[in-house]
């Protein structure tokens, strides 16, 4: 599998930015995690590409949403009302099996793509 991210980039706090993922082929879940230096490797949104269902991290929900456009294997997140706090590299990775909204299921990542937010 492999994924390949898009869309970061420099943006001022407030605004918003649209991260992408292409996928070479579709997996049982889709997830956007993001590290910021220091910390640890953090979930973000998760979808379950069958049924749509998502979940988000506390942090991002109310202005983050996760979607796919399956005709594409594409993964899209879309960031707005972004804070400082939101400035990190974003992976895009996928599970095969296992608990879509855990880490451990994540086996496939891409390169990532860097938020920053000022």
């Known amino acids: 599998v492999q994924l390949v991210e898009s869309g970061g980039g420099s943006v001022q706090a407030g605004g918003s930015l649209r991260l992408s993922c292409a996928a070479s082929?579709?997996?049982?879940?889709m997830g956007w995690f993001r590290q910021a230096p220091g910390k640890e490797c953090e979930g973000v949104a998760y979808?379950?590409?069958?049924?749509?269902?998502?979940r988000y991290a506390d942090s991002v929900k109310g202005r983050f949403t996760i979607s796919q456009d399956n005709a594409k294997n594409t993964l899209y997140l879309q960031m707005n009302s972004l804070k400082p706090d939101d400035a990190a590299m974003y992976y895009c990775?996928?599970?095969?099996?296992?608990?879509?909204?855990?880490?451990?299921?994540?086996?496939?990542w891409g390169q990532g793509t860097q938020v920053t937010v000022s």
């Open positions: 082929i579709s997996r049982w879940c």
């Open positions: 990775a996928a599970a095969g099996s296992g608990y879509c909204y855990s880490q451990l299921a994540y086996h496939y």
């Open positions: 979808i379950v590409t069958s049924s749509g269902n998502t």
